[in-house]
């Protein structure tokens, strides 16, 4: 059995069971054996039957002496089988299902495994595990617990697992170079993939984590490395930056920070090179990345080439294209704005204006990287806030030019250094980390729901001081299953009472863009007081006359996402707050919320954020257009995540006859599962 058969080759799976593996996403053999469990149960504690507490989950053994059968209701078969271990008994309840009887018999000595009750002092089994002693595949044993999904139950993925592990070619599976399995003492993929499912003792399953721990990342890190060398192998246009560029700079009515200077450098000399800048910039909220990303635009015009730069929303969108063309207006810098609510007449003149070179810079959302869309000359690709993108749709900026242009991402979200190892294995990172003079610290206080009227008491005060109130909440309509706020329910609930006497507005993702549009004007124009959002406002918004930042039900969200809303304020002269309300007294929540109000600093934010609640919530690696870890977690792993980067980098470099077979079997088997999962990560 090769790995990419289908999963029907398998025994036990037809046509109606693989639908219900595709489900998981699971289609191929190889795919079944990495459907790895997701918990264990240690099962070889075995007890005697006056060992066992009350509702302590227990393997034990014993003698079935009689089988008792009822009816109690229509559609339900109770049998109870009743055991004996010595002097003691137990009955094992089984729930509708009498085969239990035709493969057990008076007589037999079975082992059980299950949750024991104490009824009048017998002990009683509810559904437990039985199988004949000595078998020890369900009892006595680590047994795995899978994910599953509607018609596949536990036993079934148990028996289609051990079936393909006696039947695949091991030799196809290996995807490890011999060397390194050697260096670091790893096992082989026939010892980890017969012990990541049916361990044969803790140890071993430790062994075979190790395994599939560093064959995460190390197969991660390569694909990575090969987007970078597959990019550096192109052709790109080499940007000499003019005298006009300095004299822009010091022409800018403010001044840069050392921080911004320091990075505009680094892209410079990437943008002076024969091949393609491939360049992150991360940089806290308010610290200047707009600039930094309008100074390279202008260096490729200067040159002659057109940039574009691509952002996650409308309103993001236009306020760059105001301040582009404020900040050039007397360069002859052509710019455009290009957005899904652009109109069909004025889209076929900016695609026109693109492909004949009569536009130099492009602002846009996700409509930039529509077909019909091709530059001329096309030299620089930014992103602004490229968390929101995948790494597809990023690449698409630049994909199908023979030449390919400098790329430049930005973000506002504070990546740590340990996952931006990961997600930004392809891009060379510069760090932001600085804030403008006169910028000043935003106060956070976190209080109680039970405390919120003093929050909107304080928001009173301001607003008759003259300045404006964000309030933020997570939901746009009322959940059932979820006790917070919605957006509507909140602009209800405020415009009728404490904010009856002001002007409120209401923003949310499923309004219409022109609907937004008008109502962040209003905002920005002072014509609103108070505007109720959720976290459309988290990216780009800037109205330096709004002083607060209320953030309702703060315990849903992330340290990151709530630094996000807070730089919302504090962007002008005045003397700024953010309010969070939260409900919740766990010792977690009561750190989320102290560090908040202990810093500013977005990128120790980032840390505690990470270091609290893991990877996955912070950052998912499918944000960014890359699979999920199988196993492996930054928080825990990145001991082995150091080896297996090293490695990765070791195998790209070399370049030596002996190694190129390896190296190709290895690189092509990175690709045909990388490719696949983006592919499918795309269609999500």
Known sequence: MRPGDSIMYVKGVGEKKALKYKKLNIETVEELLYHFPARYEDRTVVKRFDEIANDEKVCSYGTIVNFEKSTPKRNMTIVKVVVRQGSEGAFLTIFNNEYVKDKFSVGDKISFYGKAKKVFGRLEFNAPD???????????TIYPVYNLTHGLSNPEIHKSVKDALSKISYKEMEHIPQEFLEK????????ALRNIHFPSGVDALKIARFRFIYQDFFMLQLYLLMMKKFARQHSTYRITPPEQLSAFISQLPFELTSAQKRVMEEIRRDMDMDVPMQRLVQGDV???KTIVAFYSAYNAFLSGCQSTLMVPTEILAKQHYQSAVELFRNTGMRIRLLTGSTTKKEKEKIYNEISSHECDLVIGTHAIIQDQVSFAKLALAITDEQHRFGVRQRNSLYSGYEIMPHVLVMTATPIPRTLSMIIQGDLDVSLIDEMPKGRKPIETMAIRHTLRKNAYERCIDEIDRGRQVYVVCPLVEESEDLDIKSAQELFDELSQNQFSRYRVGLLHGKMKPAEKAEIM??????RTDVLISTTVIEVGINVPNATVMVIEDAQRFGLSQLHQLRGRVGRGTHESFCILIYSGNSDILKQRMKIMTETNNGF???????????PGEMFGLRQHGLPEFRIADLTKHMNVLYLAQEDARQLIDDESDQRSSEKEKVLARVRE???KEIKTIALN
């Open 604 to 614: 120790i934010i980032s840390e505690k954020d990470l270091l609290l609640r893991g």
């Open 521 to 526: 004007k209003a905002f920005e124009e002072r």
């Open 130 to 140: 039985i199988e004949k002693f000595g078998e020890n595949s369900l009892t006595n």
């Open 184 to 191: 670091h003492h790893i096992c082989p993929v026939e010892y």
């Open 673 to 675: 599962r990388f490719e």
């Open 286 to 288: 308010g610290s200047g």
